[in-house]
């Protein structure tokens, strides 16, 4: 494990130990600032840009990309 894979995995296990103190209402509050945090970042893109994100979404999860990788792993399995 490198340095930074060290400096990583630490500053991960601290975010898990201070997630532990949150209560419910601050969980539905960090949640609700992701939302408006996504929806701030769809209304700055252009429609061309929307559909481009949602053709490369659709090809890595359900379309023929997919197919050809579970293909792949069954194969090397």
Same mark, same amino acid.
């Given at each position: 494990m490198t340095e930074r894979e060290r400096n990583e995995r630490a500053w991960l296990e601290n975010e898990v130990r201070l997630a *532990?103190?949150?209560t419910d209402? =601050? /969980?539905i /509050? $960090? #949640?609700r =600032?992701? #939302?408006r945090?996504? =929806?701030a970042i769809r209304r700055s893109k252009s429609k &061309? *840009? $929307?559909q481009r994100e949602d053709e490369v979404r659709w090809?890595? &999860?359900d379309g023929p990309a997919?197919? /050809?990788y579970a293909k792949l792993v069954d194969r090397l399995a």
């Open positions: *532990q103190g949150l209402a =601050d /969980r /509050r $960090i #949640l =600032d992701l #939302l945090t996504v =929806d &061309e *840009q $929307i090809q890595l &999860e997919r197919e /050809r």
